[in-house]
Each structure stands twice: as C-alpha cells, then as structure tokens.
C-alpha cells in the first residue's frame, strides 16, 4: 500500500542525483476535481501507476525539484502555482559552489544554461569593510575551497532568469498556473490539495509544500496559521531596503561583495595601536555611537539619549550594507536595520537618520531617498 505524504519545503532537492542526459518530460497530472469514488493507491510503481507527486509553488525550490524529477521512471509531477501567468520579478540571488555543484550533478545541460546568465563572484576578493574609511575588517577566501574540492565558484543570477531555465526543463502542462493551494485533506485516494478557490486537484501520493515563507501547507500540516504568531515564520529583527543601480565601482572586476559595518554594529572592532604598539583608547567610532544593540547608555549619556527607548537603555539600532557585483556594470544593496516587529507597517514611518558621511553613503549618492536613510 502507497501511503500518502506531505513534505514541507525540500531543502534536498538539488542534492537528488539523476541522469545528466535529459530525457523527454512526460505530461502531467490535470489540475482537476477526483472522482469521490477513486480507489487507493496500488501497492507497486509502475509505468501505468506512476509515484503521483504534486508540488505546491513554482519558486525556485519547486521547480528545481520539479527538474530532479522529470527523468524517473515510474514518477509523473505536477506543480500547483497560485500567480496566473510568470513575470520578471525579483532581484539577483546567490547560489554558492555547492548548489552550483548540485545543479551541474542534476542536469549537464540545464547547468550550462545557468553558467551562460551566470555573474562570478567567489573568484574575487569578498568580506566585511569598515563603512566610514572603506578599510578591510575580514576578507572571506570563497575561492580555494571550492578549487580544492572542484566545485564551481559561487556566483549570482537574475531570479527571473533562473525561474525560466528551470520552467525550460519541464513540458507544457507540468506547471499549472493560478492554482494556489489553500490546504489538503488526507483521503484513501491521497492527498488531494484544496486550491484558493474552493476547487479540488487530483489526488497525490505525495505533496510537497515549495509555496513560500507563508506557506498555506506547512499551515495545514501543523495546525496552525500560516501568519504571524505561531506560525513558525519568525521576524528576524531586520528590515531590509533593496534595490540596483549602475555604479562604476573602482574595484569591478576585483570584488565580488562588500558587507559595511557601521556604527552601533554588534561586531566589535578591536582599537588601531598607538605609537608604542599598545591598543589605543580611542573607539573606532565617534563616542555618542559607541553603544551597541540594547547596551545600557553610559553614565554620561544624555537625557534625550535615555528617552530614546523609554526603558532608561540607549537603542542605537543595528545596521550593515551590502553591495554586490551582479554582472554587467550592474550592482544590488541591500540595507538592513534593525527594528521592531511591525515597525514597518504603512504609516509607521518612524523617525530616520542619514547613513553616515563616508563611503557607504557616497554608493547611493543620486538614488531614491529610501536606501540613503536609515530609521533608529
């Protein structure tokens, strides 16, 4: 007997291994209500009784699955996706060695389509700077473990361009858009996904939850909200401004990316010597920033300091910014800070504060207010 299962997320999927030859997809399952009177499973796989398996989300995750799929036998796929029809959306995302090497192990064919739109980055130098004198803090060597180990360097692609080379892999009728799963029962049929509007899919043997951090079957496998409290998706503490720019930067072709530490940073950096060899006293950072995290003020802090957090501590709130090399004279930031939870809600805009004179603040010079300001 096939029991039926529901899988949340999949992290595993790249590391499936598969034929490198691609063979031809076959045709999916129809997005359609069961006959209420389908019988169960059969006990064995077979080529007339295929491993039924319905994949709700055609995000990266999905689809990648998807593809790890497609060429075995005995498996016949389907994917579930809620938007109507794909649209370029999203920015460039990271795929270290490892996931690059697990894309070249799944499909030969559908690596080197992602090589081709592929910008290289663990080649170059990458690390922590310091954002007020652009100096090193750390630099991260990317680049001799993957050689040691003969795995592809890490690099970035466009989300869209990923999503359509894996879409690429599959056949016409593998993917059904607007069908968005709202839940699933468990019947003696399979599982059978309940989709956003009322409507009922074939059943599955197995349904995989690939539908985002607000996952609507996580939800229903765990019994409670796919939002907020108790959901099992935590704030993590940062809001993040994002955005892409042209941008001659002076060391293209040298450095992959850049993460800026500036003030009020939970990441200490150790005093410069002073003349005699000895740490100096002197803070990296102005003294009325030296106050990390929800470290309390000291006793000469202002009042207007204290009152800033109403609990007598000094909240200075943590920061970093991120720019990195996505190809073409093109570059990505991402700006995160530090607040809390709801704090971005429209009409919370909050009091700001201009980044700091010096390096970072000279990246964005000429962009869109947003990324050049920072809340407390």
Same mark, same amino acid.
């Given at each position: 007997?096939?029991? #039926?299962?529901?899988?949340? @997320?999949?992290?595993?999927?790249?590391?499936?291994?598969?034929?490198?030859?691609?063979?031809?997809?076959?045709?999916?399952?129809?997005?359609?209500?069961?006959? =209420?009177?389908?019988?169960?499973?059969?006990?064995?796989?077979?080529?007339?009784?295929?491993?039924?398996?319905?994949? @709700?989300?055609?995000?990266?995750?999905?689809?990648?699955?998807?593809?790890? !799929?497609?060429?075995?036998?005995?498996?016949?796929?389907?994917?579930?996706?809620?938007?109507? @029809?794909?649209?370029?959306?999203?920015?460039?995302?990271? !795929?270290?060695?490892?996931?690059?090497?697990?894309?070249?192990?799944?499909?030969?064919?559908?690596?080197?389509?992602?090589?081709?739109?592929?910008?290289?980055?663990?080649?170059?130098?990458?690390?922590?700077?310091?954002?007020?004198?652009?100096?090193?803090?750390?630099?991260?060597?990317?680049?001799?473990?993957?050689?040691?180990?003969?795995?592809?360097? /890490?690099?970035?692609?466009?989300?869209?361009? !990923?999503?359509?080379?894996?879409?690429?892999?599959?056949?016409?009728?593998?993917?059904?858009?607007?069908?968005?799963?709202?839940?699933?029962?468990?019947?003696?049929?399979?599982?059978? #996904?309940?989709?956003?509007?009322?409507?009922?899919?074939?059943?599955?043997?197995?349904?995989?939850?690939?539908?985002?951090?607000?996952?609507?079957?996580?939800?229903?496998?765990?019994? =409670?909200?796919?939002?907020?409290?108790?959901?099992?998706?935590?704030?993590?503490?940062? /809001?993040?401004?994002?955005?892409?720019? =042209?941008?001659?930067?002076?060391?293209?072709?040298?450095?992959?990316?850049?993460?800026?530490? +500036?003030?009020?940073?939970?990441?200490?950096?150790? #005093?410069?010597?002073?003349?005699?060899?000895?740490?100096?006293?002197?803070?990296?950072?102005?003294?009325?920033? /030296?106050?990390?995290?929800?470290?309390?003020?000291?006793?000469?802090?202002?009042?207007?300091?204290?009152?800033?957090?109403?609990? +007598?501590?000094?909240?200075?709130?943590?920061?970093?910014?991120?720019? /990195?090399?996505?190809?073409?004279?093109?570059?990505?930031?991402?700006?995160?800070?530090?607040? #809390?939870?709801?704090?971005?809600?429209? +009409?919370? =805009?909050?009091? $700001?504060?201009?980044?700091?004179?010096? $390096?970072?603040?000279?990246?964005?010079?000429? $962009?869109?207010?947003?990324?050049?300001?920072?809340?407390?």
């Amino acid at each position: 007997m096939i029991l #039926p299962l529901v899988v949340v @997320a999949c992290a595993t999927a790249l590391q499936m291994p598969r034929r490198a030859a691609r063979s031809a997809p076959r045709a999916a399952a129809a997005a359609v209500a069961p006959d =209420a009177g389908a019988a169960a499973p059969p006990d064995a796989l077979s080529a007339a009784h295929p491993l039924r398996v319905t994949i @709700a989300g055609a995000g990266v995750g999905g689809l990648t699955l998807a593809n790890a !799929l497609r060429g075995h036998d005995h498996v016949a796929v389907t994917v579930l996706e809620r938007t109507d @029809a794909f649209k370029r959306f999203g920015g460039p995302i990271q !795929l270290a060695s490892n996931a690059m090497a697990a894309f070249r192990e799944l499909d030969a064919a559908l690596y080197r389509d992602i090589e081709a739109r592929f910008t290289w980055t663990g080649n170059l130098t990458n690390g922590i700077k310091d954002g007020l004198r652009d100096e090193w803090y750390a630099k991260f060597d990317l680049a001799s473990p993957a050689a040691r180990r003969g795995l592809p360097f /890490t690099g970035v692609i466009d989300r869209p361009d !990923l999503q359509e080379i894996l879409l690429g892999g599959l056949a016409d009728g593998v993917v059904a858009n607007g069908r968005g799963v709202a839940t699933y029962d468990v019947t003696p049929a399979g599982v059978v #996904p309940v989709l956003d509007d009322g409507a009922r899919a074939a059943p599955a043997d197995v349904l995989v939850g690939a539908d985002g951090i607000w996952s609507s079957v996580r939800a229903t496998m765990r019994g =409670a909200p796919a939002r907020g409290a108790g959901s099992g998706a935590a704030y993590s503490g940062y /809001t993040v401004f994002a955005g892409e720019l =042209a941008y001659a930067s002076p060391d293209r072709g040298a450095v992959g990316y850049k993460v800026y530490i +500036g003030p009020a940073q939970s990441l200490r950096r150790r #005093p410069p010597p002073n003349s005699r060899g000895a740490p100096s006293r002197e803070p990296p950072f102005r003294r009325r920033e /030296t106050a990390r995290g929800d470290e309390p003020a000291g006793p000469g802090a202002s009042v207007r300091d204290r009152r800033r957090s109403g609990d +007598g501590k000094r909240r200075l709130g943590r920061r970093y910014f991120v720019i /990195t090399d996505i190809g073409n004279g093109r570059y990505q930031y991402f700006a995160f800070l530090a607040r #809390p939870p709801g704090s971005g809600r429209r +009409g919370q =805009a909050g009091r $700001h504060r201009r980044l700091p004179q010096g $390096h970072v603040r000279g990246l964005v010079a000429g $962009h869109p207010r947003d990324p050049r300001r920072v809340d407390r």
